[in-house]
């Protein structure tokens, strides 16, 4: 042990020593000069074998300079038309080894020198998806911004962008891309030294009309102006970002990247045909998948799907998100294998991450979900799962096809004509021995399993929606804000994003854009009530109990909640035997409204409803009951249960006799009213008389089934 | 069957009891209990009064030898005894079994009670046949308030939920009274029982109970959920070639050399000017040379001029902060106050960071143990706020006092006679008290301690 830490002394201090005698290499002859000059220009217009030539003859001439020798390592690469990534691994790790760079160690970057080593390493990071340790190297990198030679400065620039974005960070990046415009774009020289010039700065950004500039710069600021306009659409700050594709639109042209985020403006505005309109007009470009590294087929029909599906087409949105995947693994396809000893080479190093499999089958999932097909949705939510495991509403999601898979609707209940044959069972015995056999059960989501098989395997069960809803529970913030609520200010920063803000009021749910505090809240309430649901189904009514009182306390209750709260708190409080309080939840005047999502105050801040399409507050599937009446009905049906559990039959017998004359236009009953019926008088042993006079008209239905079956 | 018309004639009590005893272990006692309750209920089934007698017995006789308020079939000798009919109507009642148990006539009443209470060994010792045929109408009223109240008792202990259930089992024979012959048949009986008895899940085990009508929530509804997919132009992102290579580095390389022995020990003035020229000439040179935070200390205490000169240049850096925070914090020195006087006459500095220089100048100078060091100390700190105040660089008007630092300050002042410094000091405002805000000390500068007497 001491050893080794001795050991490791030696080694530091002499990569110490070695630090300061680097620099004390022999001067750079003239000579030398013209062929780094002259491998600078060969590289610059794609001549990677001459820009080779010139590197070998320096590196033989400079055998200790590591710049040379990282720069042969990237024109080979290029050379490879960035194809032989493994090997190009390999030589960089040589040369960090004779920079004396601790490539995995990023705390240990000091010099500014060698901060383009690390943003090689970064990038391939990137390529692989591992983007927060990608992330960390560049922030660390973005330290020394100011040193940095420009072109460096603005790839490092972009880089941390594009990560930030990829992590769902949108507030510290708009930070980051006005951080970035003070510095590289409106004025190299301007001096930065009270925020009142920042400020300032910011207003002239809005009338910045591109004066100035060579191509690089130009093309600079056009990444700039889209990563801004990404961030507002992540961000949903939709007048913002109009203003940002438009100047970008103007200034670049449509390009596929400007077209789709113009569609993914419309789209996010509920202009669904206009977002349409946008995507179909997709330019045609020369470059291949194999040029990019993503595929505009795919783009477009994922995108299509997204439009179908919130226009309330599922079917359709589900055949174009197939489509999708289809075109995403052909994409996929047309690349070379990677062979087992080198897995990143034979292809070039872009394509690596150009799989979205995993983006389009958390689109597919939600899709087959709202098409009513539990299964296959709970199947490509699990895929999705596996990468996305910290998102809270893909938990929901999981748990719903669960659900779905276990009750499909409630609208069948109230099918009397369809369920009167589930009252009888079947009849047993002929002559005077013939016996009826009524149902014990009419509902057939009630389940107690004591199956000794692990839950954690994911197949569609209550049980499985269970776990996947204590994820959804945890993974939403505890608390929500107590302050109003407001999007971060997105011009008021000065700060470079290397400090993140404290308080980010946005959730993290990837794949999809943050969470925003409305979403929070309403993820919460589908959660609460689901989540009660499946502990009644499971007979956890403790646990059910809790959750449908938490339900009822949450600030932003929609009324269908509102009503599931009283309902599940009330059949809870039944079977834990407390019915005085189960009946006090049973009151038809808790229901006041059936809405499906509570009325949100965000959207009158960034949304001018002139052109909000009016597609944008229907629910994309309707919720039986509809209707007010109807929702009385069960909590009436509901109550007149409680009264006959306690024995209370005569007041039973008149509130069911209530549901049963409320029954007609616009108000249906559940098969349940009949079944209470019959059981009451069964309990009351009017069989002969009293009932017939009473329910006459149930008992006539009773009747039928009754011939029906037999 | 036990229970069979013939047997039941023919056989004593004890015997069909000692035969059921045989066929059944005790585990499957409660089944066996339902089963008969089933057959009693069902009227059809068991049809002679000798075998709902002999059922009777049976039923009793499972749970023998328990006390009668914890047999589970207790309440349905209560309902036998009692029949809802004859009782009052319309109360509330225990339900588990009320309704289609079979009325039972006085003798088979009796016979009951007298089971239930007072069970003997010579009443088992008849046959069904025998106690139905006797006169045992004598012995009325038997008393069993005390078992009517224990099942209360315990069944008050049970949810309510458990005790509202129902058999599923109804009758169909009274629409067809008049088709189908009136004599039962034996072997459609037999069937009928064996149907509802037997089975996976058999018939008898069920029953109904008021059920909630528990609604399916709806699917979550959101907007913005699936992912949009936008071009995010990976190939863009390329591994970068250091266009530096070979550039302008030997300037730089001197530059650095002479930095890094500036950060151990005084360079020479010629040393010091060659690098000032190199720094000079390259703007950007400054962030080269590995000045970091960490090194300034070093570099203040060896080569202040440099320093001042490096800090000049970097004062645009956003970096420029740490480097402060590093000077405020470093041990006070002539050289770090000499670096930041010279830095407050030639930039902006900000006010919170002069402040906190200051403060810690003078808990420096309250600590220090050296009793010749601290008048050093004191009198150049006196030195450095007299120019402060003389280039407006804080503001003495405002007033802000706290006791306990002053005093030592004054003291160690007047001590140290630096009354000559302090007089200017006075002449400069028109003050009694002079005071210096800072963000976490404030102290005094008595005017009357000023003033030597």
Redesign the interface.
Known sequence: MVNQISKMAEKEAETEKAK?EA???P??SDQ??D??QA??TE?NRNNYSSCLQHLVK?EAA?PQ?T??A??KA??E??KSD?KKTDQ?RKNMNFVCGQAHVNIEDVDSL????HC?IY??QA??L??LKQYSTALKIMHKIF??I??M?E??AH?VC??LL?LQ?CMHQPDKTLALVTYVENQFVVSTDS???SEKEIKSLEKEHKEMKPVTGDAATDTFRL?LLQYRA?CY?MM?ALKACKREIKNLITAGGPT??SV??K??LE??RGNYRKAMKVINSIPQSSLSFK????S?P??YY??M??IH??MGKPQLACYYLQKALQENEMATKSLPKAEQAEPYSGR???TL??N?SY?LM??LG??L??ARCPIKAFDCLTEAVQVYHMNP?LW??LA?CC??AH????ES?FNIHMRRKDLV?G?????????????????K??KYSCEGQSFAIPVATVEFACLCLRNALLLLPDSQPEDPVSLPAPHSTDV?AITPSPSSHYVYAA???PLGPH?VA??RC??L??SA?VA??LGDYMVALDHAQMLLVQPTLSG??RM?GH??A??AL????K?SEAIEHLNPEHVKELS??FPSSEKDMDRDKMDIGTE?HK???A?F?NTLPTARA?IQ??L??AF?????L?K?GETLKQVWMSKGQGCDV?I?VI??AL?IE??L?FMKTGFMRCYGGIFHVFCYTWSYT? | MILSEESTESQSLESLASQTHQCFSKQDHYKVGCAIILLLQQADLLPKPCQRLAAITLLHDLYRGESMAMNPFATVFIHLLHHPEETSKGSVRKLEYAGQLPRLSAVEKNFLAQLITNPTKELLKKTPGQILSSDMGLFHNVDITSIQLALAERQSELPHTSRSGIPVILPDNEMRIGSVSLFPEQSIAKKTAEALLVGQKPIVEQCYKPEFLRLVPPIHSCEDELVWLNATEPSEHKAAYDITMCVSNCEGVEAKRLMARAFKGALTLQQQQHLLAELENDPKLVYHIGLTPSKLPDLVESNPLIAIEVLLKLMQSSHITEYFSVLVNMEMSLHSMEVVNRLTTTVDLPTEFVHLYISNCISTCETIKDRYMQNRLVRLVCVFLQSLIRNKIINVQVSTYKYTTHSYISVSLQRTRTYWSIRNLTFISMEKYYSILNDNIYFKLTYTLLIPN
């Open positions: 300061s620099p004390a290499q001067v750079i030398e000069k062929w780094a491998a600078l590289f320096l400079r300079d710049k040379v990282h720069n990237i024109v690469y290029y960035l190009f000091e010099d500014v020198e383009v943003y090689n990038v391939l990137y390529h330290s020394f100011e040193p030679e072109s460096l790839c972009l880089l594009e974005l001096v930065i030294s990444k990404r659409l949903h596929l990247t789709l985020l569609g993914n789209y996010q040029d990019l590294g993503e505009a795919v783009f994922s995108d799907g997204c599906h919130y070039p190093l872009y991450g150009s979205k983006e958390y689109n939600v899709t979900l709202h509403r929901l999601r719903e659900v779905m009750k499909a609707e409630n209940d069972q009849v047993v015995g002929t002559g005077t021995h013939r016996k009826i056999i009524l149902t014990p059960q009419l509902s989501d009630t470079p794949p999809s854009n979403e309403s993820l589908s959660v009530a689901l649901y009644l189904c269908v909640h599931l309902l599940y009330a059949e039944v079977l834990l035997d019915i499906l999502m944008q629910p994309l599937r919720w009951p069960v049906y509901n007149a249960v006959a559990i306690r024995g209370e005569d039973a559940p349940h079944m209470l059981y069964l309990q042993d037999g």
